[in-house]
T-cell receptor, first 111, second 113 residues
Framework: EAQVTQNPRYLITVTGKKLTVTCSQNMNHEYMSWYRQDPGLGLRQIYYSMNVEVTDKGDVPEGYKVSRKEKRNFPLILESPSPNQTSLYFC??????????FGPGTRLTVT | AQSVAQPEDQVNVAEGNPLTVKCTYSVSGNPYLFWYVQYPNRGLQFLLKYITGDNLVKGSYGFEAEFNKSQTSFHLKKPSALVSDSALYFCAVRDTSGRALTFGSGTRLQVQP
C-alpha cells in the first residue's frame, strides 16, 4: 500500500530536550515536505526537499532542522524545542503530477 | 510572496443543497491550485487540482472547482451535499517553480441532515 508514515504519532516533551520525528514514504517520490498545522493558521510549510541531499526552507523554518540522506526518509529535528512549537505536524511526499500524499500527523506538546 | 485566502471559517449547508467553499489566491506566474480535505483525526487527502486546461476541474467524491483567472479564485463546489462531506477543507497554491506550497487557513464545512 502506498503510504507516508510518521512516528511517533503523539509526543509530550519538555523545553530543550532534542527530539526527532521520522517520516518515510514508499512511493519513490523525489519531493517531500514538512508542515505544521495550527488553529486558524492552516498548514504552514517548514522545510521541503526536492531530492536526496537537497533541502530548502519553507515559511516557518526557525527552530527546525531536516535531513534527506535517502529518498524514502525525511526526518524533522527539533534540537531545542520550545512551547511555541507545540503543534500538529504533517509530513508529505509529492508525485510527478503535483499531488501530495500526507502522513497521519504527529501531535507534539512541549511543556 | 504567494498567498491563499479562505474568507469563511465555516460554511453550513443542508444535506441535498449545493455547497460552495471559497478560495482566492495570489501568486506570480501561472498558478497550480489544489483542494485538500481533512477528516477528524486524519491527515489531508487530495481532492482535485488545476494545473492547466479546462477551467472546471472535477475531483473526488463528486466535488468540482472552477478556476477564474480574472478574479484569482478557485472555489470548491458540489451540487448536492452529504452529511459525510462535513470536514475541514484547505485550498493551496504552488508557484510555477514547483517548490513551495502555500495553504489557506481552512474552511470547516458542516452539512446538516
Amino acid at each position: 500500500e502506498a503510504q507516508v508514515t510518521q512516528n511517533p504519532r503523539y509526543l509530550i516533551t519538555v523545553t530543550g530536550k532534542k527530539l526527532t520525528v521520522t517520516c518515510s514514504q514508499n512511493m519513490n517520490h523525489e519531493y517531500m515536505s514538512w508542515y505544521r498545522q495550527d488553529p486558524g493558521l492552516g498548514l504552514r510549510q517548514i522545510y521541503y526537499s526536492m531530492n536526496v541531499e537537497v533541502t530548502d526552507k519553507g515559511d516557518v523554518p526557525e527552530g527546525y532542522k531536516v535531513s534527506r540522506k535517502e529518498k524514502r526518509n525525511f526526518p524533522l529535528i527539533l534540537e531545542s524545542p520550545s512551547p511555541n512549537q507545540t503543534s500538529l505536524y504533517f509530513c508529505a511526499s509529492m508525485d510527478p503530477s503535483y499531488e501530495q500524499y500526507f502522513g497521519p500527523g504527529t501531535r507534539l506538546t512541549v511543556t | 510572496a504567494q498567498s491563499v485566502a479562505q474568507p469563511e471559517d465555516q460554511v453550513n449547508v443542508a444535506e441535498g443543497n449545493p455547497l460552495t467553499v471559497k478560495c482566492t489566491y495570489s501568486v506570480s506566474g501561472n498558478p497550480y491550485l489544489f483542494w485538500y480535505v481533512q477528516y477528524p483525526n486524519r491527515g489531508l487527502q487530495f481532492l482535485l487540482k488545476y494545473i492547466t486546461g479546462d477551467n472546471l476541474v472535477k475531483g473526488s467524491y463528486g466535488f468540482e472547482a472552477e478556476f477564474n483567472k480574472s478574479q484569482t479564485s478557485f472555489h470548491l463546489k458540489k451540487p448536492s451535499a452529504l452529511v459525510s462531506d462535513s470536514a475541514l477543507y484547505f485550498c493551496a497554491v504552488r508557484d510555477t517553480s514547483g517548490r513551495a506550497l502555500t495553504f489557506g487557513s481552512g474552511t470547516r464545512l458542516q452539512v446538516q441532515p
